[in-house]
């Protein structure tokens, strides 16, 4: 592209916005920061050190010095917990939880978005997550904000962990997903919300395409 731009994209778990994002960031030829697999690496790390994903000060006696990396090979995002590569260990459901939990606690929302912040200053960029337009990038060329309904999110998530071979329950599941999404809204500092500006696609009805379509053809305006 011939000039750096910078695209938001936010909403509840499992609204389809990491793959849309994906597709984005393939489509125009810019970077794709995955947030939320930070947030699910500072969270394996509290997991490994025996600490509660909500207690701040533990989280404190590692945060700020966290060996936490991101690369890209072959186009896709790898992150590096420790100099160990955790890409699908992070996937895993317990860890999406203490996701959900660590992401509340001011330290580890500041340390990341310090992190995210940087990259994106540096090359145009896609970022989802739950306040890259409210907070983290506020002043991003293009917002958008990705949502679903808790029963379709829920599905979505269901068929995705059982290809992958992990045994779930739908009930359990959808669960879940209603407390992250309670976490997520309800948190302190720098909750869930849709910025102002940005524009709301509910994906309930859509496929990865017609979104994918419709946030492209809102750019290229």
């Known amino acids: 592209m011939d000039k750096i731009i910078r695209i938001a994209l936010d909403g509840p778990s499992g609204s389809g ?26 969270a394996l790390k509290a997991l490994s050190l025996n600490i509660d994903t909500f207690d701040e000060e533990g989280v404190k006696t590692f945060i700020y010095d966290i060996n936490l990396e991101i690369e890209y090979i072959d186009g896709t995002q790898h992150t590096y917990l420790d100099g160990e ?3 699908e260990r992070i996937r895993e459901p317990h860890v999406s939880m ?7 606690l001011k330290c580890v929302r500041l ?7 940087e990259i994106a200053s540096k090359m145009s960029c896609v970022l989802d997550g739950r306040d890259i337009g409210s907070y983290v990038l506020p002043n991003a060329d293009y917002k958008f904000y990705i949502t679903a309904s808790v029963d379709v999110r829920a599905d979505r998530r269901f068929k995705e962990l059982t290809l992958k ?20 809204r309800t948190r302190e500092f720098s909750p869930l919300v849709k910025a102002q500006d940005a524009i709301e696609i509910d994906t309930s009805f859509m496929n990865i395409e017609q979104v994918l379509g419709k946030v492209l053809s809102i750019i290229e305006k």
């Open 111 to 117: 340390k990341m978005v310090e992190m995210q912040r």
């Open 98 to 104: 203490a996701a959900s939990n660590i992401s509340s």
């Open 17 to 42: 916005k990491s793959t849309v994002a994906k597709k984005l960031s393939s489509k125009l030829n810019i970077l794709y920061l995955d947030t939320g697999a930070m947030y699910r690496a500072t």
């Open 85 to 87: 590569d955790v890409s």
């Open 165 to 184: 071979g992990h045994k779930v329950n739908f009930e359990e599941l959808k669960q879940e997903i209603e407390q992250r999404d309670y976490n997520d």
